[in-house]
């Protein structure tokens, strides 16, 4: 004989549960028709609600012999439809709905995108012509510079000129010190000969004027003699 083994309760509901979890798959109502949603597997089953076509369901569990699935609605609806009524992928509809949207986003991201480039092309344009300016002020700096250091090329010429004569005249002024002091010497030795000359002709003359008298006085005495 065959021995008949108890299973606990909770373990059956957990492999009950197990196995609806395994196999649950999401599913669309097809885009031809409003899917009545029943308490069971058929149509003798009460109808709990009309779910709209495109609308997503969770397969819980399929039953091949009557044609039905279990679902669950997003709202937590458990019931039954008929499985053929299910699509594995959205409506054409939904899609494109779905396409659309992403089309509209794509299209914002791609605005975004232009006026980020536009606001970019708005900056490099900004900086070329910052960069134009800066280009213009160096070479009116430059100019500026250029002509400050003929400037200051000429300024030292002249410096260099005007020392060379300062250098010059102080020779002159020198050379002029001692013409003049050699001038005045001569002059003052002039003096001294012309005095010495002057003194030695009036001792002459004095001399004579004393010589003279007695040559003649001595002269008659002679004459008186013979």
């Known amino acids: ?16 549960l197990l196995t609806s979890l395994a196999v649950a798959e999401p599913m669309w109502v097809s885009d031809r028709f409003e899917v009545m949603l029943r308490t069971g597997p058929s149509t003798s089953n009460a109808i709990q609600l009309m779910v709209d076509s495109g ?21 937590g609806t458990e019931g039954w439809v008929l499985t053929r009524y299910l699509m594995s992928e959205p409506a054409a509809r939904e899609q494109l709905q779905q396409l659309t949207g992403q089309l509209t986003d794509a299209k914002s991201a791609g605005s975004g995108l232009s006026e980020q480039l536009n606001a970019i092309r708005g900056q490099h344009q900004a900086a070329n012509q910052r960069i134009e300016t800066l280009e213009r002020e160096k070479q009116a700096l430059q100019s500026e510079l ?7 090329a000429d300024v030292l010429a002249i410096d260099s000129q005007n020392q060379r004569l300062q250098e010059k005249l102080t020779d002159t002024e020198i050379r002029a010190d001692t013409l003049q002091q050699e001038n005045q010497n001569l002059r003052s030795q002039q003096n001294r000969n012309w005095f010495l000359t002057g003194a030695a002709v009036l001792i002459a003359g004095i001399i004579l004027g004393i010589w003279l008298p007695r040559v003649r006085w001595q002269r008659r005495s002679r ?4």
Request: aromatic residues 8%; positive net charge.
């Open 55 to 75: 609308t997503q369901l969770e397969v819980i569990e399929r039953d091949a012999a009557s044609g039905y699935s279990r679902v669950r609605t997003s709202g």
């Open 1 to 16: 004989m065959y021995r008949i083994t108890k299973i606990p309760a909770y373990t059956l509901l957990c492999s009950l």
């Open 146 to 152: 250029d002509t400050i250091k003929r400037t200051a």
């Open 223 to 226: 004459y008186d003699r013979l």
